[in-house]
T-cell receptor, first 114, second 111 residues
Framework: NAGVMQNPRHLVRRRGQEARLRCSPMKGHSHVYWYRQLPEEGLKFMVYLQKENIIDESGMPKERFSAEFPKEGPSILRIQQVVRGDSAAYFC????????????FGPGTRLLVL | GESVGLHLPTLSVQEGDNSIINCAYSNSASDYFIWYKQESGKGPQFIIDIRSNMDKRQGQRVTVLLNKTVKHLSLQIAATQPGDSAVYFCAENREGNKLVFGAGTILRVKS
């Protein structure tokens, strides 16, 4: 049973470009979460989505960041007009239901903004 | 604000010894906690979890203890092996399935 998949694993962007990060949850999981991790820090919650719905985006910056989880296909975290401060590891997690608190994480996407 | 935090940023143990990693939390309403292991360049890996109606839970070589009175939990690893070297995070599941992570403890196993 494949785990959570993320791509790309590494992404390099210049300031002002757009970054698109993809996440495919574990089979049978309909809940997706995005977290950001700065070097030598813990993960910080960004957004929680179900299919076609954003449930909680309280951790998302107000501007430039957006997330979606369409009916078909992976969840996408989109960062517009990236700045150097966006450089971080972005992790996606999934869970089978809202009643299961356990979240299983993907390998992450390392974003570097030059 | 409320947070989950760790006492020791780095823990060095001899191979074969037992390891204890501690974590304090401040939200007394929290009812579910998870320990994750993160190796360099990888995502967090689920180790063990515990709900607030329990004081102790055991897995394979790992035990989690929860003390609600002082809002403290710990992860015990028996017979620590070199493969246990990693960063360990405790995480608190807040309302709405939002995980709040501590800063992490680095575990180094000396052979």
């Amino acid at each position: 049973n494949a785990g959570v998949m993320q791509n790309p694993r590494h992404l390099v962007r210049r300031r002002g470009q757009e970054a698109r990060l993809r996440c495919s949850p574990m089979k049978g999981h309909s809940h997706v979460y995005w977290y950001r991790q700065l070097p030598e820090e813990g993960l910080k919650f960004m957004v929680y989505l179900q299919k076609e719905n954003i449930i909680d985006e309280s951790g998302m910056p107000k501007e430039r960041f957006s997330a979606e989880f369409p009916k078909e296909g992976p969840s996408i975290l989109r960062i517009q007009q990236v700045v150097r401060g966006d450089s971080a590891a972005y992790f996606c997690a999934s869970s089978p239901s809202v009643f299961s608190g356990t979240q299983y994480f993907g390998p992450g996407t390392r974003l570097l903004v030059l | 604000g409320e947070s989950v935090g760790l006492h020791l940023p780095t823990l060095s143990v001899q191979e074969g010894d037992n390891s204890i990693i501690n974590c304090a939390y401040s939200n007394s309403a929290s009812d579910y906690f998870i320990w994750y292991k993160q190796e360099s360049g990888k995502g967090p890996q689920f180790i063990i979890d515990i709900r607030s109606n329990m004081d102790k839970r055991q897995g394979q070589r790992v035990t989690v203890l929860l003390n609600k009175t002082v809002k403290h939990l710990s992860l015990q690893i028996a017979a620590t092996q070199p493969g246990d070297s990693a960063v360990y995070f405790c995480a608190e599941n807040r309302e709405g399935n939002k995980l709040v992570f501590g800063a992490g403890t680095i575990l180094r196993v000396k052979s």
